[in-house]
């Protein structure tokens, strides 16, 4: 089972409210509001390891990632995880200001990486700190504006990066820091955090998203065969799968890459999506990965007299992946993302629209006996609803042969 983490975001935006960056911050459950922080190591960890599983492009739409950093956090190696081109981390001000604090951003900044001073305060144990960090967040709620006012101008005399107000809750509040330059904003005037639910993707997860891709973009069976043999699941897997009388190949396959040249690329794709979409079997998901493959092979058989072979394997593969979100517990976008899928796919998919989203449709409408549906979608494609029928039972059937052959 996915391990379900929780992930909030909040925007920093410019003085034209143009988006600038995200906050992340860490959260218990969904309905958390706020961090319910027990152990910093932990909440800093887990913010890292989430924006890796949910993808910085997908999370921070381009923009830069500031995250919470504890000392214990900023002196393990997880800090380089994520790439600094996305991310600026913040030095808590319970962090305390040591001169291995003081080699470790200096060593950081060498690799690439930008850092914050959170919750500024004017002591002189945090001067040497201000030539070295990129932004100063100043917390506008907890203390008089003219002792933000104060602050800037005091602070300007060792620091020439950016300022951004934390907690700006009222235009007014707003006006008085643009007003004093302040560049950055953050706080409920524009935006609560954002509360995202991610079920990480699981490590054999991954090893089958990187095989569909290899197979996809590559055409040398040897750039394939190796993460294959490293892996002793997905080459059992592979193996029975090749062997099984559903391939009708003539002869017993005994190593990879024989399964490779038997089988064939379309072939093995296809065997990888099924792997993926029926890979989390709880009783709930099995009935769900059941209908996501008849689903696949209905677009499919719909399409065989009507597009090319090529494009009747990505129809398959509209199908099955019309319902992966549901089954595989992370956002459809993301997952589209990672495997580069072809346009017609992710039109369908993501903006029900393109040439393969009328035979998506009419599969839905089959499944829920929408007469009046499965008529409409049926002309579209220019299908008798009989032939739907006939072609629905084929998928039931089929899928009762596949899905044991998929496990």
């Known amino acids: 089972m996915a391990k379900e983490t929780f992930l909030a975001r909040q925007p920093i935006v410019d003085a034209e409210h143009r988006l600038f960056a995200y906050e992340l911050l860490f959260r218990q459950s969904l309905a958390s509001v706020s961090a319910q922080i027990t152990n910093q190591l932990q909440a800093g960890v887990e913010i890292i390891g989430n924006t ?13 990632a500031f995250i919470n950093l504890d000392e214990a956090t900023l002196m393990s190696d ?5 790439p600094p081109r996305h991310v600026v981390y913040e030095i808590l001000e319970t962090v305390p200001v040591t001169p ?23 002591l002189d144990e945090y001067r040497p700190l201000l030539p070295m960090v990129d932004f100063v967040k100043l917390d506008v709620l907890e203390q008089p ?8 101008a005091h602070i300007r005399l060792n620091f020439s990066g950016q300022f951004i107000a934390e907690k700006v809750e009222t235009h007014e509040m707003f006006e008085l820091c643009r007003h004093h330059g302040i560049q950055f904003f953050q706080g409920y005037y524009f935006a609560r955090p954002e509360t995202l639910a991610n079920k990480a993707i699981q490590p054999g997860q991954l090893a089958v998203l990187e095989l569909m891709n290899k197979v996809r973009t590559c055409e040398d069976l040897g750039e394939i065969e190796e993460p294959l043999r490293r892996n002793a699941a997905l080459t059992l897997r592979l193996l029975r799968y090749a062997n099984s009388a559903a391939t009708g190949l003539p002869q017993q396959v005994h190593t990879v890459r024989q399964a490779l040249t038997q089988v064939g690329l379309q072939t093995l794709y296809r065997w990888l999506s099924l792997l993926l979409i ?14 996501a493959v008849t689903r696949g092979r209905l677009c499919e058989l719909l399409g065989r007299a009507r597009v090319d072979r090529g494009a009747q394997d990505e129809l398959f593969i509209t ?3 019309s319902l992966a979100e549901p089954l595989l517990e992370i956002p459809l976008a993301y997952l589209l993302e990672q495997l580069c899928m072809p346009e017609p796919i992710v039109q369908a998919l993501l903006r029900q629209s393109g040439p393969y989203a009328p035979f998506l449709k ?10 009046g549906q499965i008529a409409r979608y049926a002309g579209d494609i220019d299908c008798s609803p009989e032939e739907v029928n006939l072609a629905q039972l084929q998928s039931l059937a089929w899928t009762e042969e596949m899905t044991g052959e998929a496990h």
């Not at 997880?78 to 994520?82: D, E, P």
Request: charged share 20%; net charge neutral; hydrophobic share 45%.
């Open 52 to 64: 890796l599983c949910l993808g910085p492009g997908w999370l921070l739409h381009g923009k830069l």
């Open 78 to 82: 997880f800090v380089c995880l994520l």
């Open 100 to 122: 291995v604090l003081i080699a470790r951003i200096r060593e950081l900044r060498q690799l690439g990486y930008r850092f914050a001073l959170d919750d500024f305060v004017c």
């Open 145 to 152: 504006p003219e002792k933000t006012v104060e602050i800037i």
């Open 278 to 291: 029926t890979s989390n079997p709880t009783p709930t998901n099995a009935l769900t990965a059941r209908t």
């Open 319 to 321: 199908g099955l992946f």
């Open 362 to 371: 009419l599969a839905e409408a089959s499944e829920r006996s929408d007469f």
